[in-house]
C-alpha cells in the first residue's frame, strides 16, 4: 500500500519520503501561490484556479488570499461558500464544507496530527482524520479545527475557538476547548 492510500485511509504514512506526497504537496502550493498573486480584480481567473487547486466546488464560491493548503483535492466546499484572508487547510484527510459556510479571516483546519509517542512521531509519522462541516455555519475568525472533528447544520463556532471535539447541529459553541453555548431555535 502507497503512503497516499495509508494516509487517505487514516492511517500513520510517512508525508516526507514519498515522492507522489511530496509532487502532489508541491504542486498544491504552486498553485496556492499563483492564486495569492492574482490581483483582487482578477476574479474570473481566480475563480477558475481556486476550482482547479479544489477537489469539488458549488458554482458561487469566494476565497480570499491568502489561502494555503496542502493538497487541495481533499478540499469539497458546497454552494454560496466563503472564506476570508489568511485561512489554512491541512488537507492530508478530506475536508468538507456544506452549503452557505462562511470562515472569518485567520482560521485553520487541520487534518493532520502526529502521534503521542516520541519514538513514532520522530520517525516522521503521521495521521489524517477528516473533517466535515454542515450548512449555514458561520465560523468565527482565529478558529481552529483538529482533526477528526464534525460540525453539524446551523452552527457558529465563535472567534477564538478551538474545536477539538464534534460540535452538533443547531447551536451556538465557543472557547478552548469549543462547547456549547446555547442551542439556537430552528
Keep these: 500500500m502507497t503512503e497516499k492510500h495509508k494516509m487517505l485511509k487514516g492511517e500513520l504514512y510517512d508525508a516526507n519520503n514519498d515522492k507522489e506526497l ?29 476550482k482547479k487547486i479544489l477537489g469539488k466546488t458549488g458554482k458561487k464560491i469566494l476565497i480570499e488570499s491568502n489561502f494555503i493548503c496542502d493538497y487541495g483535492y481533499n478540499i469539497n466546499v458546497g454552494e454560496n461558500f466563503y472564506m476570508n484572508h489568511n485561512c489554512i487547510i491541512l488537507d492530508a484527510g478530506k475536508v468538507e464544507f456544506g452549503d452557505n459556510v462562511f470562515v ?51 452552527v457558529t463556532i465563535g472567534a477564538g475557538s478551538v474545536v ?15 462547547k456549547i453555548l446555547k442551542k439556537i431555535r430552528e
Design 104 to 154: 472569518a479571516p485567520n482560521c485553520g483546519f487541520y487534518t493532520a496530527g502526529h502521534p503521542l509517542e516520541p519514538k513514532i512521531r520522530n520517525k516522521g509519522l503521521e495521521y489524517a482524520k477528516p473533517i466535515k462541516i454542515g450548512n449555514n455555519v458561520w465560523i468565527g475568525g482565529n478558529v481552529i479545527i483538529l482533526p477528526g472533528v464534525t460540525i453539524g447544520d446551523n
Design 164 to 178: 477539538t471535539k464534534d460540535i452538533p447541529s443547531n447551536v451556538v459553541a465557543v472557547g478552548n476547548p469549543c
Design 22 to 50: 511530496i509532487n502532489d504537496r508541491i504542486k498544491a502550493k504552486d498553485m496556492c501561490y499563483e492564486y495569492n498573486s492574482l490581483k483582487p480584480s482578477e476574479y474570473k481567473k481566480r475563480d477558475e484556479l481556486i
